[in-house]
C-alpha cells in the first residue's frame, strides 16, 4: 500500500535560516513525488515535483527537495527561510502507472523573524 | 489556484440537508478530484474521474455522490448520510496522457459546516 510519512508536526525555523521540512514514503513501482504549499483558507499551491532525472529538483520560491531512493525520502529545503514561507507544507506521492495520490498529514512551518 | 474555481467559499447546512459543491475548471483537464481536509489528517481522497461520465471511489465515499457530464465540471453532493460533514473541501484536476506534467492543480476549497 502507498503511504506518505511527514514524521514533523510542526517546524520553527528563524529567518535567514536553512530550512528542511521531512516527507518519506512507500510505493510500489517508481514513485512520482511533489510538494505543495497551502496558506489558511486556500487551495494548495505547487511546488516542485520528481518524476525522474536529477535528484536534486528546484521549485518556485527558491525551494527545492532531493529524492534519495535508498532512503525512500524526499526531503523540502531552502537554504535561507523567509517569515513569508510560514504555511502549510504537504508531500504527496503517486505510483506509476496509478491515478491516485497520497498525502502526508501536513507540516507547518513556522518562521521566526 | 490556477483554472479552477470552487463555489461558494462558505456554506452552512443544516442537520438532515443534501448541499452541493461546485468544481469548474477550465484547464481542459481530463482528470478531476475532490478531497477532504480535516485539521492534522491531510488530505482524504472522497471520488475521482478520469473522463466524462465516469468516476471512481475513493478513500472516504459514505455521504457523498458525485457527477461527471461535462468535462470542465465535476460536482459533490454531500448527503445527509454524512454524520460528520463539517471540513474543508478541495478540487483538484491533472491532465493526462503523454507530455503532461502530471501536476494537480487545486481551486480555493469550500468549508462547509453543519449547524
Known amino acids: 500500500a502507498q503511504s506518505v510519512a511527514q514524521p514533523e508536526d510542526q517546524v520553527n525555523v528563524a529567518e535567514g535560516n536553512p530550512l528542511t521540512v521531512k516527507c518519506t514514503y512507500s510505493?510500489?513501482?517508481?514513485?512520482?513525488l511533489f510538494w505543495y504549499v497551502q496558506y489558511p483558507n486556500r487551495g494548495l499551491q505547487f511546488l516542485l515535483k520528481?518524476?525522474?532525472?536529477?535528484?536534486l529538483v528546484k521549485g518556485s520560491y527558491g525551494f527545492e527537495a532531493e529524492f534519495n531512493k535508498s532512503q525512500t525520502s524526499f526531503h523540502l529545503k531552502k537554504p535561507s527561510a523567509l517569515v513569508s514561507d510560514s504555511a502549510l507544507y504537504f508531500c504527496a506521492v503517486r505510483a506509476a502507472g496509478t491515478y491516485k495520490y497520497i498525502f502526508g498529514t501536513g507540516t507547518r512551518l513556522k518562521v521566526l523573524a | 489556484d490556477g483554472g479552477i474555481t470552487q463555489s461558494p467559499k462558505y456554506l452552512f447546512r443544516k442537520e438532515g440537508q443534501n448541499v452541493t459543491l461546485s468544481c469548474e475548471q477550465n484547464l481542459n483537464h481530463d482528470a478531476m478530484y475532490w478531497y477532504r481536509q480535516d485539521p492534522g489528517q491531510g488530505l482524504r481522497l472522497i471520488y475521482y474521474s478520469q473522463i466524462v461520465n465516469d468516476f471512481q471511489k475513493g478513500d472516504i465515499v459514505e455521504g457523498y455522490s458525485v457527477s461527471r457530464e461535462k468535462k470542465e465540471s465535476f460536482p459533490l453532493t454531500v448527503t445527509s448520510a454524512q454524520k460528520n460533514p463539517t471540513a474543508f473541501y478541495l478540487c483538484?484536476?491533472?491532465?493526462?496522457?503523454?507530455?503532461?506534467?502530471?501536476?494537480?492543480?487545486f481551486g480555493p476549497g469550500t468549508r462547509l459546516t453543519v449547524l
Open positions: 483538484a484536476s491533472r491532465a493526462q496522457g503523454e507530455g503532461t506534467t502530471d501536476t494537480q492543480y
Open positions: 520528481y518524476i525522474t532525472g536529477d535528484n
Open positions: 510505493v510500489s513501482g517508481n514513485p512520482y
